[in-house]
């Protein structure tokens, strides 16, 4: 594995993370496991409508992971459900060699070195299995 993968952004998203912790009563709770790795992720949200008002996360993972649930926690709130089941697929895309994603989205530049380490990928999408799982649950009747 290269030392690049855990550059110095990452690790530093990782151990000053943003929205860190559990919201108390959030519309939505859900934890969503990694079995490949044992990443595991907390997601807490909070909705006006159909915008994420505020998110709290609790990670037990890999510093990719840790970051990247900083980063979209940072990213997410204010944010649409729409925009950011979105935001996913950018990623991901990002990931397998597409362009960083746009502002609000674009700090997760700081993950570009992950492209030649597929079997990491999961770690840094994780956060947004958490969050995908949360908003369709919040749409459930």
Same mark, same amino acid.
């Given at each position: 594995?290269?030392?690049? @993968?855990?550059?110095?952004?990452?690790?530093?998203?990782?151990?000053?993370?943003?929205?860190? $912790? &559990?919201?108390? #009563?959030?519309?939505?709770?859900?934890?969503?496991?990694?079995?490949?790795? +044992?990443? *595991?992720?907390? @997601?807490?949200?909070?909705? *006006?409508?159909?915008?994420?008002?505020?998110? +709290?996360?609790?990670? *037990? +993972?890999?510093?990719?992971?840790?970051?990247? #649930?900083?980063?979209?926690?940072?990213?997410?709130? +204010? =944010?649409?459900?729409?925009? #950011? @089941?979105?935001?996913?697929?950018?990623?991901?895309?990002?990931?397998? $060699? $597409?362009?960083?994603? =746009?502002?609000?989205?674009?700090?997760?530049?700081?993950?570009?070195?992950?492209? *030649?380490?597929?079997? &990491?990928?999961?770690?840094?999408? @994780?956060?947004?299995?958490?969050?995908? =799982?949360?908003? #369709?649950?919040?749409?459930?009747?």
């Amino acid at each position: 594995m290269s030392d690049d @993968l855990y550059q110095q952004a990452i690790m530093q998203k990782a151990k000053t993370p943003v929205h860190a $912790g &559990r919201l108390t #009563a959030p519309d939505v709770s859900v934890t969503v496991d990694n079995p490949l790795c +044992g990443d *595991r992720i907390t @997601l807490d949200i909070k909705f *006006r409508e159909e915008t994420i008002a505020d998110v +709290g996360h609790q990670v *037990r +993972g890999c510093a990719l992971c840790q970051a990247s #649930a900083s980063v979209m926690a940072s990213a997410v709130v +204010g =944010q649409t459900t729409a925009a #950011a @089941l979105s935001a996913q697929d950018k990623v991901k895309a990002m990931l397998a $060699g $597409g362009d960083v994603p =746009q502002p609000p989205w674009e700090e997760f530049a700081i993950f570009t070195p992950v492209r *030649r380490h597929k079997s &990491r990928h999961d770690c840094v999408v @994780l956060p947004f299995d958490a969050l995908s =799982q949360a908003i #369709a649950q919040a749409k459930k009747p």
